[in-house]
């Protein structure tokens, strides 16, 4: 039996650690690091493993920085309780294009791996393609509730390629509610 666990305040600062137990979770290992030096949470604490045919583990892992687009759609999400994974869609396309003049290499591949020339405008077609609400009024956030999601966000610290201040902040929430293409 195996047992992988993170510890840390942080994501960046998680060590994930493994421990084995022979006799049915009676008694463990002494805890040993996935990845010895490695930080960021590594391993299969949320993913399963796949067993490949050499006997090797192959486990997912999963690393990011909490910026403009994560912390507009769970805080809104959180808040308005709406749909988890729609509401990142949504939030995407917006984020993309809020950031556009910031990070112009990133953006680029974004385009570049869709086909298009904007991303924004890219990542907006493909939700459409694909069926996906474009705005959070289709998730059920109400009009009345655009002040409260960028209060909610104003006051969270996250990392982004350009500064946003609450004004920034309204506007996107603004464009993201109504579903229009981002400008």
Do not use: C
Not at 16 to 38: C, F, H, I, K, N
């Amino acid at each position: 039996m195996h047992l992988w666990f993170k510890v840390g305040p942080q994501i960046p600062a998680w060590r994930t650690y493994t421990a084995v137990s022979t006799d049915e979770g009676e008694s463990w290992s002494e805890p040993a690091p996935l990845v010895p030096g490695d930080a960021g949470g590594r391993g299969p604490v949320k993913n399963k493993p796949l067993i490949l045919g050499d006997g090797a583990w192959l486990a997912g892992a999963f690393r990011a920085e909490s910026g403009l687009e994560h912390a507009l759609a769970q805080r809104v999400r959180q808040t308005f309780l709406l749909d988890h994974a729609r509401t990142h869609a949504v939030f995407l396309p917006y984020a993309v294009a809020y950031n556009r003049d910031a990070a112009p290499a990133a953006i680029a591949r974004v385009a570049k791996i869709l086909g298009v020339e904007d991303a924004a405008q890219g990542l907006y077609d493909l939700n459409v393609r694909l069926g996906l609400t474009t705005g959070l009024k289709e998730l059920g956030m109400p009009e009345s509730g655009l002040e409260r999601a960028a209060d909610a966000v104003a006051g969270a610290k996250f990392s982004n390629p350009r500064p946003a201040d609450r004004s920034d902040l309204f506007d996107v929430v603004t464009q993201a509610f109504h579903g229009l293409p981002p400008r």
